[in-house]
């Protein structure tokens, strides 16, 4: 009876909501979206756009506590740089800073806030001494992403070039990084993306996207001795036959843990009368393990990146080369909707494999 006057009462007012979204496009735009919903229609629009992510805008990080989104350009000549903006309650970006950073096959740290005069407070250079089995995408190292683990006790870059996860324990007191021993992953794996799990019996899985290999392995990871970790490779799925027709094979992209489900990007599988792939798989809790559920259309070719958002309902996927944030529903089961909820264009069109199109989407919180 309660429940019932309830909802009768949410539905006389027209509940509505809004939650807002951060995406960048290769043309050095950076947008700020806003999802609105009204009963049980979402709209999805551009509230404001601004520059200042130098020429190749590449990857968004949102930091909610400090309403600070960073972004990294990784432009392919002159200086690369990395590059704060000011978000306020409504997601409006603002004083836009950019920081130099030494470029290609390093990590490096800064101190915050950035300033136009910021220099690394650490730099780390990698080599290796000749090319991997890929020769055209493992010429060099090439670390794609830094990834804290659950504790945030230590930080990994899965690097792409080198077949390795490079590990550092974090020493919270200075935000310094101590090198641990990088791990090795098969050659030709070529890892991209990763992200971890604290199971409910203490176990710690790590779920890495193999891009070149077009697979998920599936890590234990151990401490021994309290130091620094270990990965015990669990399994290897592939469950997106490479497409030979599509241009340039079908690759893995991302991966994120929600709950005990693990959702990926698949790009150039094009299973969907041409579009391509957003998976879902179910996470064992005792092992981590994971079995492939479900495959939906990303409604656009090469999704590049995903979010999930905070609540768990709704996952932004950004598709590079049609250039569209496309927003599916997550059911309580973790299913994911057939049909987007809400689904937005921005800016030009990519062309397959190249610098262009939608880099990174991000939800504001
Ligand atoms: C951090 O490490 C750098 C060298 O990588 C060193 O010069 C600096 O003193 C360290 N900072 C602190 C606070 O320990
Ligand atoms: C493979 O990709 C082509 C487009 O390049 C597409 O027409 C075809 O349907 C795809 N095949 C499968 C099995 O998804
Ligand atoms: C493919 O994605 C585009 C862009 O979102 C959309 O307009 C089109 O309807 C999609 N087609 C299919 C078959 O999913």
């Known amino acids: 009876m309660l429940s019932y006057s309830l909802l009768a009462a949410i539905s006389l007012v027209g509940f509505s909501s809004a939650e807002t979204l951060f995406a960048s496009h290769y043309s050095g735009q950076i947008y700020t979206l806003d999802l609105a919903k009204s009963g049980s229609a979402y709209s999805l629009s551009v509230a404001s756009k601004i520059t200042g992510c130098g020429a190749l805008p590449a990857w968004l990080t949102y930091d909610a506590a400090g309403s600070m989104l960073y972004c990294s350009d990784e432009t392919f000549s002159g200086g690369a740089s990395i590059s ?6 409504k997601g409006v970006l603002s004083n836009a800073i950019k920081a130099s950073t030494p470029q290609t096959s390093k990590v490096t740290t800064f101190k915050l806030p950035l300033t136009a005069s910021s220099k690394p407070q650490q730099e780390f250079t990698f080599t290796m001494s000749g090319p991997g089995p890929n020769a ?3 010429d060099a190292p090439h670390p794609h992403e830094v990834v804290l683990g659950p504790n945030g ?5 899965p690097d792409l070039g080198a077949d390795l996860i490079r590990v550092w324990q974090v020493v919270k007191s ?8 990088a791990i090795k992953v098969p050659a030709g794996n070529g890892p ?12 710690m ?7 070149l290999a077009n697979n998920i392995a599936v890590f234990r990871v151990t401490y021994p001795n309290g ?8 399994e290897d799925i592939t469950p997106f036959a490479n497409n030979a027709t599509a241009p340039y094979g079908t690759k893995v992209a991302e991966v994120h843990v929600l709950a005990d489900h693990l959702y990926s990007t698949v790009r150039n599988d094009k299973s969907f009368s041409g579009n391509d792939t957003v998976a879902a798989f179910s996470i064992d809790g005792v092992t981590g393990e994971v079995d492939f559920v479900e495959a939906q259309s990303s409604w656009g070719t090469y999704p590049r990146t995903f979010a999930i958002n905070a609540a768990g309902t709704l996952l932004a996927v950004g598709d590079q080369t049609t250039a569209n944030v496309a927003i599916l529903s997550i059911g309580s089961d973790g299913a994911l909707s057939e049909e987007p909820v809400a689904n937005i264009r921005l800016g030009s069109a990519g062309h397959a494999e190249s610098e262009d199109g939608l880099s990174s989407v991000v939800w504001a919180e």
């Open 192 to 203: 991209r993306h990763a992200a971890f799990k604290k199971m409910s019996n203490g176990r």
């Open 153 to 157: 006790d230590f930080l990994f870059a």
């Open 84 to 89: 704060s903006f000011k978000a306020d309650s």
């Open 227 to 234: 130091g620094c970790p270990a990965f015990q490779l669990l």
């Open 205 to 211: 899985v790590v779920y890495v996207a193999n891009e």
């Open 174 to 181: 200075t935000g310094n990084l101590t090198a641990c021993p």
């Open 136 to 138: 055209g995408r493992q």
